[in-house]
């Protein structure tokens, strides 16, 4: 699959030594994390955001699991020549990133996970699936009435916000999804599963967590360790959201990783 990406450039390209590659999570895009993107390369950064696939402007599949993910990213790096890249990736996209490095931990330089650990979930997100099939996309008139009929399975605002960034208009009126629902419905069982490669990666990462987040438990160090023995482990003051809640904590937080 050709995965649609944009490229932020190093504001001075002479002095950018690392390229980050940053993936979203569920029912996210590349457009998530705008902001930043734009920040880090200001910073001399060379970023790329990728939609992964069946989300955002990449492709729809008949698949939707961790392995067709990875083959997804490695495609992608060889067709930019990427080389060595940071790889960053939150919840769903935190989970691709683990498994592609540990799968091929050759091809990325440093890893960076937000607000995931490399083990099962009982996923809380069939609610969510729920509401956005029953809101009946053909009759649609509005944002605003989307956002009503959604209320109903998804009572948070702005939760049901970023959900709604995945409508768009359609050239004849109306809307459509630019995620694939009916595939993320019929397959989000595969988004809850353990890594699905055996071995670890030995290089340095960071994993990130949401002090009030549950996604990151204080039982899951031991097995982070495991599979990441160079990994370490930093709290902010968030929910799962951590990059959206606390931006600038968050970029200052990886750059001084980084360096």
Not at 25 to 34: K, V, Y
Not at 117 to 127: I, S, V
């Amino acid at each position: 699959m050709k995965l649609f990406f944009r490229e932020y450039p190093a504001a001075n390209p002479a002095q950018s030594t690392q390229t980050i590659v940053i993936l979203h999570g569920l029912f996210g895009s590349a457009d998530n994390w705008l902001t930043q993107a734009r920040v880090l390369s200001n910073h001399n950064y060379r970023v790329y955001t990728v939609d992964q696939g069946n989300h955002g402007q990449s492709p729809h599949s008949d698949r939707f699991d961790y392995p067709s993910m990875v083959a997804d990213l490695a495609e992608l790096l060889a067709d930019q020549n990427i080389q060595n890249p940071v790889i960053l990736g939150h919840s769903m996209g935190g989970k691709t990133a683990m498994n592609f490095a540990v799968a091929h931990p050759d091809k990325l330089s440093k890893l960076i996970v937000v607000d995931i650990a490399p083990r099962y979930y009982d996923l809380e997100h069939y609610a969510i699936v729920k509401g956005l099939n029953a809101l009946n996309i053909d009759t649609i008139t509005s944002r605003q009435e989307a956002d009503e009929r959604l209320s109903a399975y998804v009572p948070e605002p702005d939760v049901r916000q970023f959900l709604l960034k995945n409508l768009q208009r359609k050239a004849e009126g109306g809307f459509s999804w630019k995620l694939n629902l009916p595939l993320i419905t019929e397959q989000l069982k595969n988004i809850g599963v353990d890594l699905q490669y055996p071995g670890t990666f030995d290089k340095p990462t960071l994993f990130v967590r949401g002090k009030y987040s549950k996604y990151i438990a204080d039982a899951d160090l031991a097995r982070i360790q495991q599979v990441f023995p160079q990994a370490t482990l930093e709290t902010l003051e968030t929910g799962h959201w951590v990059q959206a809640e606390k931006p600038q904590e968050f970029v200052d937080l990886v750059m001084q990783w980084l360096a």
